[in-house]
């Protein structure tokens, strides 16, 4: 019988998973109630260069326009990058076409790049990712490689601890450790990681950002307005400032706007142009790519009205990562992590979730999505008169946050604005 290798991802809010001795058990469903996508984008796999590569492949298949959704691309690779390290043959060769490397090595230098850059913690701002591998303790009958357990802690900083998965005192210590990387701002009950006995392994990703905005909306200019969402007109808090001479973006159907955070980078809104539906924007990779990256920079005075929100979302991603191509590593009688364990070469992965949280308000944003567009600060060389444009994010709309550098943190789409607790 295979035995289970369980991944988890976590940014922020951690989902959690029962593992079995057998493929396709039932698993203990996360405190968070999120449903999951009816059907998924039928999104044709493009030769994949790197982490950008992945980010928008990964998101064309997630987002669809239609509901709430929050992404890390960051977490999900480095998670799955740790992976690779252990997997072997065409299982490894599978995982490394997906992540856009051609090598082991290639891929640590991708990941090791970020980790060292991806990294502070200030009174105002915090970025912080860590990486765990929770191991069965099994009497000496089953022995990790020292090769790739020197290999996680190297490259990925990873924690390494030994634990029995049929105790219920490994849901809490796994438990406490995403709170202490969430810093608090996640606690989850134990009861939320119970595994099976015969479970090998289970790796963990956490990301959580905490940064404000560079310049603060004032909180006495929010009013209360209505928002046009899909299921209909509710009423949100909406804030509200003007940016004068800063530059915008005009592209095919949409317009774009960024908005400075104070350390980690800027937070991007793509706003579909009236009467066009966000889910006309998604589908490709190429077509997110272009709302991303394509448009003419306006130079304008622009007013800004956006909603405050803060919803959470689970995502699994077994199916989704199968059909880019790692169908493979989740087949008990192909995968292939021979590189993982000395003495075991039975190993597949059982299940993949990530969960997140992110919230938007006057002072800035606390796990928010991937960004990648480029913003400008005005420099006025002559004196004229500059267009005055409305961004009122009255109206389903996607946004993104990235670093300085351009790397992809989280990635999601408003149809809602909800204020859950």
């Given at each position: 019988?295979?035995?289970?290798?369980?991944?988890?991802?976590?940014?922020?809010?951690?989902?959690?998973?029962?593992?079995?001795?057998?493929?396709?058990?039932?698993?203990?469903?996360?405190?968070?109630?999120?449903?999951?996508?009816?059907?998924l984008?039928?999104?044709?796999?493009?030769?994949?260069?790197?982490?950008?590569?992945?980010?928008?492949?990964?998101?064309?298949?997630?987002?669809?326009?239609?509901?709430?959704?929050?992404?890390?691309?960051?977490?999900v690779?480095?998670?799955?990058?740790?992976?690779?390290?252990?997997?072997?043959?065409?299982t490894?060769?599978?995982?490394?076409?997906?992540?856009?490397?051609?090598?082991?090595e290639?891929?640590?230098?991708?990941?090791?790049?970020?980790?060292?850059?991806?990294?502070?913690?200030?009174?105002?701002?915090?970025?912080?990712?860590?990486?765990?591998?929770?191991?069965?303790?099994?009497?000496?009958?089953?022995?990790?490689?020292?090769?790739?357990?020197?290999?996680?802690?190297?490259?990925?900083?990873?924690?390494?601890?030994?634990?029995?998965?049929?105790?219920?005192?490994?849901?809490?210590?796994?438990?406490?450790?995403?709170?202490?990387?969430?810093?608090?701002?996640?606690?989850?009950?134990?009861?939320?990681?119970?595994?099976d006995?015969?479970?090998?392994?289970?790796?963990?990703?956490?990301?959580?950002?905490?940064?404000?905005?560079?310049?603060?909306?004032y909180?006495?200019?929010?009013?209360?307005?209505?928002?046009?969402?899909?299921?209909?007109?509710?009423?949100?808090?909406?804030?509200?400032?003007?940016?004068?001479?800063?530059?915008?973006?005009?592209?095919?159907?949409?317009?774009?706007?960024?908005?400075?955070?104070?350390?980690?980078?800027?937070?991007?809104?793509?706003?579909p142009?009236?009467?066009?539906?966000?889910?006309?924007?998604?589908?490709?990779?190429?077509?997110?790519?272009?709302?991303?990256?394509?448009?003419?920079?306006?130079?304008?005075?622009?007013?800004?009205k956006?909603?405050?929100?803060?919803?959470?979302?689970?995502?699994?991603?077994?199916?989704?990562?199968?059909?880019?191509?790692?169908?493979?590593?989740f087949?008990?009688?192909?995968?292939?992590?021979?590189?993982?364990?000395?003495d075991?070469?039975?190993?597949?992965?059982?299940?993949?979730?990530?969960?997140?949280?992110?919230?938007?308000?006057?002072?800035?944003?606390?796990?928010?999505?991937?960004?990648?567009?480029?913003?400008?600060?005005?420099c006025?060389?002559?004196?004229?008169?500059?267009?005055?444009?409305?961004?009122?994010?009255?109206?389903?709309?996607?946004y993104?946050?990235?670093?300085?550098?351009?790397?992809?943190?989280?990635?999601?789409?408003?149809?809602?604005?909800?204020?859950?607790?």
């Open positions: 019988m295979k035995r289970l290798l369980c991944i988890l991802f976590a940014m922020l809010l951690l989902c959690a998973c029962t593992v079995t001795g057998t493929p396709a058990a039932p698993v203990a469903e996360p405190t968070v109630p999120t449903e999951a996508p009816e059907t984008p039928d999104v044709p796999i493009p030769e994949i260069t790197g982490y950008a590569g992945f980010s928008d492949v990964l998101s064309s298949k997630l987002l669809d326009g239609t509901q709430n959704k929050n992404l890390s691309p960051i977490s690779y480095l998670a799955l990058a740790m992976t690779a390290e252990g997997a072997s043959g065409e490894q060769a599978d995982m490394l076409k997906l992540l856009g490397c051609s090598s082991l290639e891929l640590r230098g991708v990941c090791g790049a970020m980790l060292e850059t991806l990294s502070f913690d200030t009174e105002d701002s915090t970025l912080e990712i860590a990486d765990s591998i929770w191991m069965a303790d099994r009497n000496g009958t089953l022995t990790f490689r020292e090769d790739y357990l020197k290999t996680l802690a190297d490259v990925y900083r990873s924690e390494a601890n030994a634990v029995d998965f049929a105790k219920a005192e490994t849901g809490k210590q796994i438990a406490a450790w995403i709170t202490e990387h969430t810093r608090g701002k996640i606690t989850l009950s134990p009861d939320d990681f119970r595994f006995p015969d479970t090998v392994a289970v790796l963990i990703n956490t990301i959580y950002l905490k940064d404000a905005w560079r310049d603060a909306f909180e006495g200019a929010t009013q209360s307005g209505t928002f046009h969402g899909l299921s209909g007109d509710l009423t949100v808090d909406y804030m509200h400032r003007t940016d004068n001479d800063v530059m915008i973006i005009k592209g095919d159907g949409f317009l774009s706007y960024s908005l400075p955070l104070l350390r980690v980078g800027r937070m991007t809104f793509i706003l142009d009236e009467g066009t539906p966000l889910s006309d924007l998604f589908g490709t990779p190429e077509k997110l790519d272009a709302l991303l990256n394509d448009g003419m920079p306006i130079r304008a005075d622009v007013d800004v956006l909603p405050k929100f803060k919803f959470e979302d689970r995502i699994e991603l077994n199916e989704i990562l199968e059909s880019l191509g790692l169908g493979r590593a087949d008990p009688d192909r995968a292939d992590f021979s590189g993982m364990c000395v075991k070469n039975d190993i597949f992965i059982s299940k993949v979730l990530q969960g997140s949280f992110i919230g938007v308000d006057e002072n800035g944003v606390e796990a928010a999505a991937y960004t990648m567009i480029v913003m400008a600060e005005g006025a060389l002559y004196p004229e008169d500059l267009p005055k444009i409305d961004f009122h994010l009255t109206r389903p709309f996607l993104t946050i990235e670093s300085d550098d351009g790397t992809v943190l989280f990635i999601g789409t408003v149809t809602e604005p909800t204020n859950a607790e």
